[in-house]
């Protein structure tokens, strides 16, 4: 199976300032034949299910917010949350799709302070 | 718009199966490959696996042997067995599109408990 180790496992920081949130995939995700990395990102908040954000590594989802930022390639990627608001308090996936099983990262807890 | 419902018993005995029903609407069955994923109360979700309308499935390994699938596309509904379910079954259960490339619309979940 893919391994996905996110890092940090939690972060706080105060409105309007950007996180950075890790993703290390333990084998490459890159399909060469389409230069496309198979990984997505997910954000869930409590009593809720995931929503997508990112896939493709960098490509948002239906009505994602520009402040949300992927990017990264291989085994190393990075969500970028820009300007934070409150909304934004939530833990954060990362998932592989290159191959099965499809396998998530551990999550990271994101507090607005 | 896409409209996914998960339904079953909260709670399952163990060794017991767990069987669950996950009602879709607002799409038609064959645009989509359907997903099981669950989430152990503070865990990262697991995927347990996901079929096609027209039931070829695909199963995470490690509940290979212990999961059944099913489709029917008269009743816009996919399902899910687990069999012989212990403690570490219990888990919040999503049923979720699955398109090649994103994990786009999910239902709410349903939890499921294990106890005797």
């Known amino acids: 199976d893919v391994v996905m180790t996110q890092s940090p496992d939690s972060l706080a920081l105060s409105l309007g300032e950007r996180a950075t949130i890790n993703c290390r995939s333990s084998?490459?995700?890159?399909?060469?034949?389409?230069?496309?990395?198979?990984l997505a990102w997910y954000q869930q908040k409590p009593g809720q299910p995931p929503k997508l954000l990112i896939y493709?590594?960098?490509t948002r989802g239906s009505g994602v917010p520009d402040r949300f930022s992927g990017s990264g390639s291989g085994t190393d990627f990075t969500l970028t949350i820009s300007n934070l608001q409150a909304e934004d308090e939530a833990i954060y996936y990362c998932?592989?799709?290159?191959?099965?099983?499809?396998?998530f990262g551990g999550g990271t807890k994101l507090e607005i302070k | 718009q896409v409209h996914l419902q998960e339904s079953g018993p909260g709670l399952v005995k163990p060794s017991e199966t767990l069987s669950l029903t996950c009602a879709v609407s607002?799409?038609?069955?064959?645009?989509?490959?359907w997903n099981w994923i669950r989430q152990a109360p503070g865990k990262t979700l697991e995927w347990i696996g996901y079929?096609?309308?027209?039931?070829?499935?695909n199963y995470n390994p490690s509940l290979k042997s212990r999961v059944t699938m099913s489709v029917d596309t008269s009743k816009n509904q996919v399902s899910l067995n687990l069999t012989s379910v212990t403690g570490a079954d219990a888990a919040v259960y999503y049923c979720?599109?699955?398109?090649?490339?994103?994990?786009?619309?999910w239902g709410p979940g349903t939890q499921v408990s294990v106890s005797s």
């Open positions: 084998q490459d995700v890159l399909e060469r034949f389409n230069n496309k990395n198979y």
């Open positions: 979720a599109t699955w398109s090649g490339s994103t994990i786009e619309y």
């Open positions: 493709w590594a960098s």
């Open positions: 998932q592989q799709y290159y191959e099965t099983p499809l396998t």
């Open positions: 607002g799409v038609s069955m064959s645009r989509y490959y």
């Open positions: 079929l096609s309308h027209s039931g070829n499935t």
